[in-house]
């Protein structure tokens, strides 16, 4: 049964007591609370550098801090000074070492390129000339100067760099060497059965050797030359870097133990005397070590180089000459040359001229050169027989002129009585004779220059590290006293 509940309140007009929903309560109000602050922003990380040049920083500030410093900077200066004179000697010790057994070994090599050519070129036609009376001397000495030049380029190709000047100027000249050869067979063969066209097989053997083959071993010549030049230039540069850090590593070295003295009243500090005279060693031995060794390279490219250059511009002037002198009589004056005046004249007889000339220039240079009677007397001896060969030659040339051919050609050849052959063997040998002097005389020179920087190198990093480690432990002495 249900009841009613009762109540004083009319329920309201509409009302349905059974499917109204029931009122909740009211939340009483509640006390405001103040909203919770924003988190405080964290600093960024500091990077390990920054700590540590805080620390540094801090360091500085104590004595103990200063020291470590300054100990930790004079080692390392003392040991970059002898690494940077370590390596520029090492750099002009080989350089040094390449001038001796490399570079200049090859330039004397491409002169006995050209002055190889050159002497088969003058042999193949003196042969021609003597025709069936060659003798085998004189076939024997063509042969072997092509054997030498064909040995000199395996050997110059071995020790060029591929893809260079030089490698390409090698590889020309290999492959016109057999042409060459095959030329001068053909003009010997057919100059022994007596007929004529010898003469122009011989003539274009000779315009190829002039024309093409001498001059890209001129050009060998040059190159390596200058090789020699830059690896000259390198061996005696003055290494400033290491002498400089040399030189600022003395004065920290003075600046420490002074302030040392002023704060401790002691005159030295043996830690840091030691590390003051092994850079001080370092340092002289690398002026003094440097300046010997550059007088030795200028003086073994001064009464070296230069003489060697100037003796085989003799030689292959000599040998110029005398293949002219044999082709004027080959050719019989068919190869003429207009002069600037319009004066016709024998090309070949116009060439012996200019290179007897040329040789006579290059026997006063290399006079002028010579620096002790040794190098002197074999360059007057060949300046003696280059006079007689010019007179002997004005008789020949007088004879052809005459139109007596054989009386000509047998004071060139040798048969005659005072042939001009004998003159140019005798230039020739005294030239060879000055070659190998002053060969003898560069390779003294620029010896005694290498040697006198063995060591220096080595000794610079050792002397370094004894150093640091003196400056490292003369710092450390001090540093027990605040403990």
Request: net charge neutral; charged share 20%.
């Amino acid at each position: 049964m249900t009841q009613t509940p009762k109540s004083s309140t009319a329920p309201p007009p509409g009302h349905d007591p059974v499917h109204s929903t029931p009122t909740m309560p009211s939340v009483p109000p509640q006390p405001h609370r103040p909203a919770a602050p924003d988190p405080a922003p964290t600093e960024p990380r500091r990077t390990a550098f920054a700590e540590g040049f805080d620390q540094l920083r801090a360091a500085a500030t104590t004595e103990p801090g200063r020291l470590r410093i300054i100990g930790a900077l004079l080692a390392l200066l003392v040991i970059a000074f002898g690494a940077i004179a370590a390596w520029q000697m090492t750099e002009r010790a080989s350089a040094a070492d390449d001038v001796l057994n490399r570079s200049q070994p090859l330039t004397s090599d491409a002169a006995d390129i050209y002055r190889s050519l050159a002497d088969a070129n003058t042999a193949a036609a003196s042969g021609y000339l003597a025709g069936l009376q060659e003798k085998p001397a004189m076939r024997e000495g063509y042969e072997t100067d092509i054997r030498t030049a064909a040995a000199k380029l395996v050997t110059a190709a071995a020790n060029s760099e591929p893809g260079s000047t030089s490698a390409h100027t090698i590889a020309e000249l290999s492959r016109l060497l057999p042409e060459y050869n095959g030329l001068v067979e053909t003009a010997r063969a057919n100059n022994r059965q007596g007929y004529p066209v010898g003469g122009a097989y011989l003539r274009a053997a000779n315009e190829m050797m002039q024309q093409k083959m001498l001059p890209a071993a001129q050009k060998l010549h040059e190159t390596e030359n200058q090789r020699l030049r830059d690896d000259y230039a390198d061996a005696k540069s003055f290494p400033w870097a290491a002498a400089g850090l040399g030189i600022a590593a003395l004065a920290c070295l003075a600046w420490a133990q002074r302030r040392n003295y002023q704060r401790t009243n002691r005159v030295l500090n043996h830690g840091l005397v030691t590390a003051t005279a092994a850079a001080t060693v370092v340092l002289l031995w690398l002026a003094v070590g440097h300046t010997v060794a550059r007088v030795g390279l200028n003086d073994s490219y001064d009464h070296g180089v230069r003489s060697l250059n100037v003796l085989h511009e003799a030689r292959i002037a000599s040998l110029t000459a005398r293949s002219d002198e044999n082709l004027a009589l080959v050719r019989r004056g068919a190869d003429t040359r207009t002069l600037d005046d319009d004066t016709v004249v024998d090309a070949y007889e116009w060439g012996y001229d200019r290179e007897i000339e040329a040789l006579g220039k290059a026997l006063t240079r290399a006079a002028g050169l010579a620096d002790d009677s040794a190098g002197r007397k074999p360059v007057q001896d060949a300046n003696g027989f280059m006079k007689i060969w010019k007179d002997r030659h004005g008789i020949a040339r007088d004879d052809n002129d005459s139109g007596n051919y054989q009386a000509a050609r047998d004071r060139v050849i040798g048969t005659a009585k005072e042939p001009t052959s004998v003159c140019f063997d005798n230039v020739d040998q005294a030239l060879a004779t000055a070659l190998k002097h002053e060969q003898t005389e560069f390779r003294q020179a620029a010896g005694d220059g290498r040697d006198s920087l063995t060591g220096l190198p080595t000794g610079a990093a050792v002397l370094a590290v004894l150093g640091a480690a003196g400056a490292v432990l003369g710092i450390g002495r001090r540093l027990s006293e605040y403990r």
